[in-house]
């Protein structure tokens, strides 16, 4: 007896139904998680805002400003690109990292799920923060409607680069170890809390084409009034970064092993 | 015929100070073997944990104010020493409860005080260079004059020794590695952020440091402290009885739950 191989699905509606499977799978996957990630990304974030005010001592209200802006910025990186590419990491551990490619969807449709469920998981926990900080320091934020595309392009730029890491290196391990780096150098050698122009010439020029200041930036720009000059590049940034994320991840992805 | 029962004696029950030195280099030895791959990787990671404080937040401030500075760099010593007894320490036991290796180490012949003497010599041998590290980078970076009294070796055994036993008990006390590992995940952010260490206490608000009085952290910072500058803290004779009581009631704990059997 031969079985005749199902045609191949494909077309718009197929993709979307896809879509709307790997979402509800990802999702279920990690409800039991979700509430723990926003507990720990709002106390991370919130408590950020506190520390970086200890170690700075006393500020102007224009150093207040700037922590406090930049608080969601740090609440968006640690779970974009520490918590997704470790999800990845313990699949490889678990061994169950190639029943994730077995699922018979469009290999894009997975990957964009992942893109959509994180990138909104990172939402409740970053206006938490923010939150926290404005208490904090007392800063009166001009919201505009800029904010919709700063915060949809910086967390999908974060889950992008954490994706891309997750599936580019092969070994969890080291995975785990350049994410560890990541946040020590995110917290301590960037711009996010404080103005680029104390750092050094050459540090600042490295952050220029990082997407730690764009991050940073593009939020400050839609928060507040001024401190900004202009977010255009910072955008460029970000959207330069998403898409080498991406195709990063398309080649690691695609190819067959 | 009868059948004589076989007698085997017992050895005898060594004990006394000459079997426990012997012990405890056995057991030094054990751990510095059982180590020896991920060692060097530790000194170099508290190396860089501590020089990264020195470094970064130098970064932050367009001028370090000469104090600041010096509260920065000798923190940033006293983070690696404690960061290496109460992180990394139970973070290694832990592990050793994942891999299924955790009752193995004791059934080891050797008195469990030994194990526990070699364990703070193995952390002392992890974090001294990233103490030093740190200074001599603060130093350099800061254009700082330290003032080093003979008082740092009692301040830095002690300080070490306190937070490896508070490490040791909690992770032996605590059955489940997971809650270890998130616990001392936490402590981390605690030590880093919250407590006066890399930063004077004024900038903190009353209340959290009027609860440091109590917690070890800030004494452990002020021992240390008092032995590289001149002037900065005073009064750390009680800063060393705080730390006597924890490191007592560490060593309380770990005797209890080392000591039971199961």
């Known amino acids: 007896m031969t079985l005749a191989p199902s045609a191949v699905r494909s077309g718009a509606s197929y993709w979307w139904q896809s879509y709307v499977s790997m979402l509800r799978f990802d999702v279920t996957n990690l409800r039991t998680y979700l509430g723990f990630l926003l507990v720990v990304q709002t106390l991370m974030g919130g408590g950020m805002a506190y520390m970086y005010g200890f170690y700075l001592g006393e500020l102007p209200p224009v150093g207040q400003a700037y922590i406090a802006t930049g608080i969601p910025a740090l609440a968006l990186i640690p779970l974009g690109m520490v918590w997704v590419p470790s999800l990845i990491g313990q699949h490889k551990l678990r061994d169950t990292y190639d029943f ?4 018979p969807v469009p290999r894009i449709v997975s990957a964009a799920s992942v893109f959509t469920t994180f990138s909104i998981a990172a939402l409740p926990g970053m206006v938490a923060s923010l939150w926290i900080s404005t208490v904090r320091y007392d800063v009166e934020l001009s919201v505009s409607w800029l904010i919709v595309p700063a915060v949809a392009l910086s967390s999908l730029m974060a889950t992008s680069v954490g994706f891309g890491l997750g599936h580019v290196i092969s070994d969890p391990r080291v ?3 350049v994410t560890n780096v990541l946040v020590f150098f995110v917290l301590l050698f960037s711009p996010i809390v404080i103005p680029i122009v104390v ?3 050459w540090l600042a020029s490295l952050h220029r084409v990082l ?3 764009a991050m940073a930036t593009v939020i400050r720009d839609a928060l507040t009034d001024g401190l900004v000059d202009s977010a255009t590049s910072a955008y460029v940034v970000l959207g330069a970064w998403t898409v080498g994320a991406w195709i990063a991840a398309a080649w690691v992805v695609g190819r067959r092993r | 015929m009868t059948q004589r029962p076989v007698v085997v004696a017992l050895p005898e029950k060594r004990t006394g100070a000459a079997n426990w030195v012997r012990a405890f280099r056995a057991m030094l030895r054990w751990e510095i073997t059982g180590f020896r791959l991920l060692l060097p990787l530790m000194v170099v990671v508290q190396f860089l944990f501590g020089a990264g404080f020195v470094l970064g937040i130098g970064l932050f401030l367009t001028e370090m104010p000469p104090r600041s500075a010096l509260f920065l760099t000798t923190g940033a010593g006293v983070i690696t020493l404690i960061v290496v007894g109460l992180v990394l320490g139970p973070q290694l036991i832990a592990n050793q409860r994942q891999q299924g290796i955790y009752d193995f180490i004791w059934s080891l012949p050797v008195p469990r005080s030994t194990a526990a003497a070699a364990w703070v010599v193995l952390s002392m041998i992890i974090a001294v260079p990233g103490l030093i590290g740190a200074l001599a980078l ?3 970076r800061f254009d700082l004059d330290l003032v080093i009294s003979w008082e740092i070796v009692p301040a830095v055994t002690v300080t070490l020794a306190t937070a490896t036993i508070l490490g040791y008990a909690m992770a032996h006390a605590i059955p ?10 936490i402590l981390i952010f605690v030590v880093v952020g919250f407590a006066p260490i890399n930063f004077p206490p004024e900038n903190l608000p009353a209340w959290l440091a009027e609860l440091h009085e109590f917690l070890p952290f800030t004494h452990m910072a002020r021992v240390v ?3 590289l500058t001149d002037g900065l803290v005073t009064d750390v004779g009680i800063s060393y009885l705080v730390l006597g009581v924890w490191a007592g ?8 739950v080392l000591g039971r059997r199961r």
Request: zero cysteines; glycine letters at 8%; hydrophobic letters at 50%.
């Open chain 1, 199 to 201: 750092f050094p010439a």
């Open chain 2, 225 to 227: 402290r008092s032995a």
């Open chain 1, 175 to 177: 995975t785990n170890l």
């Open chain 1, 211 to 213: 997407p730690f200041y």
């Open chain 2, 249 to 256: 009631v560490g060593s309380g704990v770990a005797i209890f």
């Open chain 1, 100 to 103: 994730l490619w077995s699922i």
């Open chain 2, 138 to 140: 603060g130093v350099w």
């Open chain 2, 176 to 185: 489940n590695p997971d809650v270890t590992q998130i616990l001392s995940q």
